[in-house]
């Protein structure tokens, strides 16, 4: 059984490796690791949907890889965080 449960809120996957990929591997063997991902990371740069799924596709292949449990995609508008309510984010 894990002693210490984490939770990481990212706005858009990478964010969670290159903010707390240290911490992530550390803890891998001790702690449960559950990751949010706010936004899909690409759709602000008027990419198809195929770049949206290219990039959920490597990120959950990481995951596997790691051993981490899948993560949660939110999926709010992406680099448009600050015209979402903030109490929207919370209650999600």
């Known amino acids: 059984m894990f002693k210490k ?5 990212a706005a858009h996957p990478d964010d969670e490796i290159l903010g707390c990929g240290g ?7 001790t702690s449960k690791i559950k990751v949010i991902f706010l936004t899909n990371g690409v759709s602000a740069r008027n990419l198809i949907k195929k770049k949206v799924k290219e990039r959920k ?3 959950l292949k990481l995951f596997k890889y790691l051993k981490i449990d ?3 995609f939110f999926n709010f508008p992406d680099n448009q965080l600050d015209k979402i309510p903030l109490l929207k984010i919370i209650k999600k």
């Open 57 to 59: 596709n490597e990120c």
């Open 23 to 29: 911490m992530i591997i550390k803890n891998l063997n």
């Open 5 to 9: 449960k984490i939770l990481i809120i």
């Open 70 to 72: 899948k993560p949660i």
